[in-house]
Antibody, heavy 116, light 107 residues
């Protein structure tokens, strides 16, 4: 069955960077895109960006441009989200999701806490 | 960006009730509309895609309708496990925007 397994929780100081991984299994990795979605405490879902696992094309939310990079390693079927210049309002649970227009499988979420 | 607006933001209902959640897009998205259910501390779960297609394994009491700018999620005969937050999301263009969510609570 399709599974997305994310890396563990992170605690970072303001200004630092974080890199979260998402390892896919149960399907051919390069036939789907991966999107990243975050959810601040008590808030709704925010789409961050998308990568085609086939050709590496990316698209990012405008408000995160310049701070976010999404990459893949097709050899290990893993997607990565890097967020730089962290601020306190980046504190959130970060999810990866298999993207075919619909997000039909999700990772378990990774809590990133930004605190001094 | 396409704005997605859900209503209501929350509702109280009883087991067995029929519940309707609406989602409006700021411009036409054809039927590129998906619905998710999220329970506390869990990842969202896809319920319906392409406005009205039930995801495999989702109970038939869930249904979706609409096209263009106005969409509806209906839960027939609400069950205890259906108390959760529901989100719509458009997949017409990027950024793939979500509605703000509708929390379904026990009356």
């Amino acid at each position: 069955q399709v599974q997305l397994v994310q890396s563990g929780a992170e605690v970072k100081k303001p200004g630092a960077s974080v890199k979260v991984s998402c390892k896919a299994s149960g399907y051919t990795f390069t036939t789907y895109a991966i999107s990243w979605v975050r959810q601040a405490p008590g808030q709704g879902l925010e789409w961050m960006g998308w990568i085609s696992a086939y050709n590496g094309n990316t698209n990012y939310a405008q408000e995160l441009q310049g701070r976010v990079t999404i990459t893949t390693d097709t050899a290990t079927s893993t997607a990565y989200l890097e967020l730089r210049s962290l601020r306190s309002d980046d504190t959130a649970v970060y999810y990866c999701a298999r993207d075919s227009g619909k997000f039909d499988s999700w990772g378990q979420g990774t809590l990133v806490t930004v605190s001094s | 960006d396409i704005q997605m607006t859900q209503s209501p933001s929350s509702l109280s209902a009883s087991v067995g009730d029929r519940v309707t959640v609406t989602c409006r897009a700021s411009q036409s998205i054809n039927t590129y509309l998906n619905w998710y259910q999220q329970k506390p501390g869990k990842a969202p779960k896809l319920l319906i895609y392409a406005a009205s297609t039930l995801q495999s394994g989702v109970p038939s009491r869930f249904s979706g309708s609409g096209s263009g700018t106005d969409f509806t999620l209906t839960i027939n005969s609400l069950q205890p496990e259906d108390f959760a937050t529901y989100y719509c999301q458009q997949s017409y263009i990027t950024p793939r925007t979500f509605g703000q969510g509708t929390r379904v609570e026990i009356k």
